[in-house]
């Protein structure tokens, strides 16, 4: 009886040492699988992108300062301000890598450009949508980002125009007999005297059958005339009755 109780405790009591010590092991797999956490950069790995804006003389830039501008790199990552003299900023603490550079301002919208750092602290600026590394795509480091105009968030109303008016389809329909009826005296007058006469002849000797006029024009020739109905002489008719008679 003893044997029989101490028999399925020892089972029990070896199931959870196993399990026990097996998630350990999985744990212990898991911690090993995983990446080691990326190292902080030091000082001497991070880098500061320089630039300049460039503005435009037409344009108004007085509400350009350093409180409502915002220079960025990749987004939120990191940005930097605009300096005392309104036109260079830089940003600090940048590792090496690819980074899209943004001009933020509530009222003006500037280029954009994308600077390579490398490890050594080379910096290469090219166009945002460039990929290749040619001469074209490439820009001028420190950069240069030149104001492109003001931000518009509304719709402009459309101006009015008299053409609306004009190239309107039921105006067209009131203009064009009117000018059809005013250029037709003007066509008649520049044509030859003998032949408006023979014009207005030929038009006063036509048949006025609507029905004869319509095949004609439908025909493509002129109708065809009625058959003529044949002619009998009614003399020998005469001559008989009298010989009967």
Known sequence: MIFNIRYPLFIVTCVLFKAAHGSED??????????????????????TIEGKLVYVK?????????????????GEEHFGFLSEDRESF????????SYLIEVYHPEFIFETARVDVSSKGKFRARRPDSFDSSAQNQLAYPLRLKLLRKATYFQAK????????????????MILPLVVLMG???????????ASKDMQ??????????????????????PAPPPRQAITSKKPERRERKRSG
């Open 26 to 47: 999985e744990q212990q797999q898991r911690d090993s699988s995983s990446p080691s956490p990326r190292t902080p950069f030091t000082d001497s790995d991070l880098f």
């Open 184 to 194: 037709i005296p003007k066509l008649m007058s520049q044509i030859d005297p003998d």
């Open 58 to 74: 037409s344009q108004d830039t007085k509400s350009i300062d350093g409180i409502r501008t915002k220079i960025s790199a990749d």
């Open 158 to 173: 459309e101006a009015w125009r008299m053409t609306d008016i004009l190239m309107n389809p039921m105006v067209l329909m």
């Open 90 to 97: 830089t940003i600090s603490g940048v590792p090496p890598g």
């Open 201 to 222: 002849s030929a038009i006063t000797n036509q048949p006025t059958d609507f029905s004869s006029l319509m095949s004609s024009l439908l025909g493509g020739g002129p």
